[in-house]
């Protein structure tokens, strides 16, 4: 069993940056593949980015590409989200997920252990 407590959400402007961690517990974090997923009021659960067991892979939805930076530290059991020049539309509530797996998923069937989330909002 894995489990999943995201941190770092909150209300801040158009522009500025929020850093997210999710913090892993239970069996060893370092086989898991893991990624952050975003859901707005209304909308489905969309992946924002994902990143392979070591690090060495990353995926990024096209709408954050050159704004967020997913990073983990398999040392400390932590994974990061860092969110630049953060606009209106990014205002959702943000999940991680991980899955027992050396490669990098993109698809959010394949993830069976998720965070209870956290609430960024966005002022413009």
């Known amino acids: 069993q894995v489990q999943l407590v995201e941190a770092g959400g909150g209300l801040v402007q158009a522009g500025d940056s929020l850093r997210l961690a999710c913090e892993v517990s239970?069996?060893?974090?370092?086989?898991?593949?893991m990624a952050w997923f975003r859901q707005a009021p209304g909308k489905e659960r969309e992946i924002v980015a994902a990143i392979n067991y070591s690090g060495s892979s990353t995926y990024y939805v096209g709408s954050v590409k050159g704004r967020f930076t997913i990073s983990r530290d398999n040392a400390k059991n932590v994974m990061h989200l860092q969110m630049n020049s953060l606009k209106p539309e990014d205002t959702a509530v943000y999940y991680c997920a991980a899955h027992p797996s050396i490669v990098l998923l993109t698809k959010r069937s394949l993830y069976d252990y998720w965070g209870p989330g956290t609430q960024v909002t966005v002022s413009s």
């Open positions: 239970g069996q060893t974090y370092r086989n898991y593949a």
